[in-house]
């Protein structure tokens, strides 16, 4: 079982409606959840983070964490189509005295005008 | 303004050769990471260091070395000894090492083999 999963899409949604992005993760002791925005060719930009269970909103975004489902999903509102990109899930946890980020393979979202 | 520079944006290789790729931060943060990124693929950790003088091998670095000998930089050398090179290669930097830290991403690299 890969460590983060998403799935890679194309998600295609209309100009205007919510995009509902997901991931999972199959270890317990991650602690720290955040979402990476990837344009083509670019390097990714943070544009959220979330520690604990339930919802943290920035703007026209949505975080959402269940830890006990190992679940973390990024809602955008007014979906516009400067949106369109692909959207990285990153996870941390502890480990060898060290704390590792480990990426998922992102989704690519298309928003339609 | 603050932030973090890669360069050269494109790097060719040829057979045989070391490549050495740069990363400077001028944020202050004290730990800095190497991530390849292959095309549909996330990232993998290829080194990282918390501080100056030391730093620690990540999923992926056989066939690269780094070094850090000051807190602004952190440059990567691709050898001969890594056969399939052609990524792009992201520098990162956090202000700690914490679970909390957040990465930054420079703008990457994109390395090819001649």
């Known amino acids: 079982q890969k460590e983060v999963e998403q799935n890679s899409g194309p998600l295609s949604v209309p100009e205007g409606a919510i995009a509902s992005l997901n991931c999972t993760y199959s270890d317990r002791v991650s602690q720290s959840f955040f979402w990476y925005r990837q344009y083509s060719g670019k390097s990714p930009e943070l544009i959220m983070s979330?520690?604990?269970?339930g919802d943290k909103e920035d703007g026209r975004f949505t975080a959402q964490l269940n830890k006990a489902s190992q679940y973390v999903s990024l809602l955008i509102r007014d979906s516009q189509p400067s949106d369109s990109a692909t959207y990285l899930c990153a996870v941390k946890k502890s480990g060898a005295g060290s704390y590792q980020l480990t990426f998922g393979k992102g989704t690519k979202l298309s928003v339609i005008p | 303004d603050g932030g973090i520079t890669q360069s050269p944006k494109y790097l060719f290789r040829k057979e045989g050769q070391n490549v050495t790729l740069s990363c400077e931060q001028n944020?202050?943060?004290?730990?800095m990471y190497w991530y390849r990124q292959d095309p549909g693929q996330g990232l993998r950790l290829i080194y990282y260091s918390q501080i100056v003088n030391d730093f620690q091998k990540g999923d992926i670095a056989e066939g690269y070395s780094v070094s850090r000998e000051k807190k602004e930089s952190f440059p990567l050398t691709v050898t001969s000894a890594q056969k399939n090179p052609t990524a792009f290669y992201l520098c990162?930097?956090?202000?700690?090492?914490?679970?909390?830290?957040?990465?930054?991403f420079g703008s990457g690299t994109q390395l090819s083999v001649l």
């Open positions: 944020l202050n943060h004290d730990a």
């Open positions: 979330i520690y604990s269970n």
């Open positions: 990162a930097s956090s202000l700690g090492f914490g679970p909390k830290e957040k990465l930054f």
